[in-house]
């Protein structure tokens, strides 16, 4: 019987095995036709799939393996592992990852593969936290990759191309503690006017909208604890809000992590959803496109005049900001990005449908589609937008020379 992704609006075409060594994903990978790391299966599109005969493999009976080298800062991690489970190890040992994806739910190694991000004007992506990986290619033998090696920023953001990543290395901190305040009614004139300001008046400052609204539903920031804020009860014109909210309204709030300014650990506040609790039922489908933070202003206005196109599909949006990196298939790339992210109804004729029209107002502003999540590139814009792109097809080439790794997803990006 065939299995689907986390949000069901996807079939695998592959049987999935779940190796439970090294050895045993070894002998996988040397003798499947075709294979594919499966992780906590949160992509949207065909990106972790793979041709019928092949094989996917889950990582998530793989060693942890979770080592903690305070010396260093850094921590070293099996690629399965999901963020959850490594920040309640980093917090009980007091220390704590730079910021976190909006669920904590998710795999480690496929987080990094696909650039996911949390959110904040000086906050890289999860992978631009990645010190080092290793990484167990077609042939069987592993590859170690270090930061400052030669082709460390090709290995960090690799969409499985290069085989399956079975140990990740991520810089640390010592721990630190957040609040989360919500404002209800942020004014659109001060989000296209103010936008800087806006943004930066927090750690981590997430916008939800429909776009067909008077003003953005919520604004909803992190805040540093012991760090002072210029934030009161208004913010930019938005109210602060006395009771706890889920962005979609319709949605429990239970599911949530914690709010209304009550101090806790990063890793019960830098996640919008709480890691005991499933945030949902996974009937929606996301796309999300990363827009050069230069252009983000010109972007929000195009996506507010296809409000009406896109509304009766979606069931919420946010806008949220990430800092740039040099890692070659990183989203933000060369430059500090602008995140519009799309949770719609998981309606998949209908989504794709008003994905055109999205891409034409954004792709010529530059924006990156998430790998991971549901867009459509009818005119193969997308990999003009990733300047070394070459470089990265000669890395899995020589990593992988028979394609093993390949499939309909990377032969569309890489030929």
Do not use: C
């Not at 305070?70 to 999901?82: K, P, Y």
């Not at 719609?344 to 991971?372: C, F, I, K, M």
């Amino acid at each position: 019987m065939s299995e689907k992704n986390w949000a069901g609006n996807y079939e695998y075409r592959a049987r999935i095995v779940q190796p439970q060594s090294l050895d045993e994903l070894r002998d996988v990978v040397t003798s499947a036709p075709k294979v594919r790391a499966l992780g906590s299966r949160h992509s949207f599109n065909d990106l972790a799939d793979t041709d019928t005969d092949g094989v996917l493999v889950s990582t998530a009976a793989l060693p942890a393996g979770i080592r903690v080298d305070a010396e260093s800062r850094t921590v070293t991690v099996g690629g399965g592992v999901r963020y959850g489970d490594l920040a309640r190890d980093l917090q009980a040992e007091g220390w704590a990852l730079h910021n976190l994806a909006s669920l904590p739910h998710i795999s480690v190694a496929g987080a990094i593969a696909t650039a996911t991000h949390g959110s904040g004007d000086r906050n890289g992506n999860l992978s631009s936290a990645v010190a080092g990986l290793r990484i167990l290619t077609a042939s069987g033998e592993t590859v170690d990759f270090t930061r400052g090696d030669r082709e460390f920023a090709g290995a960090a953001v690799s969409l499985g191309a290069l085989g399956v990543v079975t140990e990740v290395t991520l810089d640390i901190r010592p721990t630190f503690d957040v609040r989360q305040r919500l404002f209800a009614g942020l004014p659109w004139e001060a989000v296209t006017d103010r936008f800087d300001e806006v943004t930066s008046a927090a750690y981590s400052v997430s916008l939800f909208t429909t776009w067909h609204e008077e003003s953005v539903s919520l604004a909803w920031l992190k805040e540093l604890d012991g760090v002072a804020t210029t934030v009161g009860d208004d913010f930019f014109g938005a109210a602060a809000l006395t009771e706890a909210r889920h962005m979609i309204a319709t949605m429990d709030v239970r599911n949530t992590t914690q709010q209304l300014g009550v101090v806790g650990p990063w890793s019960e506040r830098l996640a919008h959803f709480r890691f005991e609790f499933t945030p949902s039922n996974g009937e929606e489908i996301q796309s999300e496109y990363l827009v050069p933070r230069a252009r983000a202003v010109e972007a929000i206005r195009a996506v507010r005049e296809l409000g009406p196109l896109i509304a009766p599909l979606l069931q919420i949006s946010e806008i949220r900001t990430v800092a740039a990196d040099d890692l070659w298939l990183s989203s933000a790339f060369g430059t500090d990005v602008v995140g519009l992210h799309f949770t719609w109804l998981r309606d998949q004729a209908g989504v794709e449908s008003v994905l055109p029209a999205l891409e034409a107002a954004l792709l010529p502003l530059g924006a990156r589609p998430h790998w991971g999540k549901l867009y459509v590139d009818l005119d193969g814009v997308v990999p003009g937008l990733y300047p070394r792109l070459d470089a990265f097809r000669a890395l899995a080439d020589r990593l992988d020379p028979e394609g093993r790794f390949r499939n309909p997803f990377l032969t569309r990006l890489l030929g």
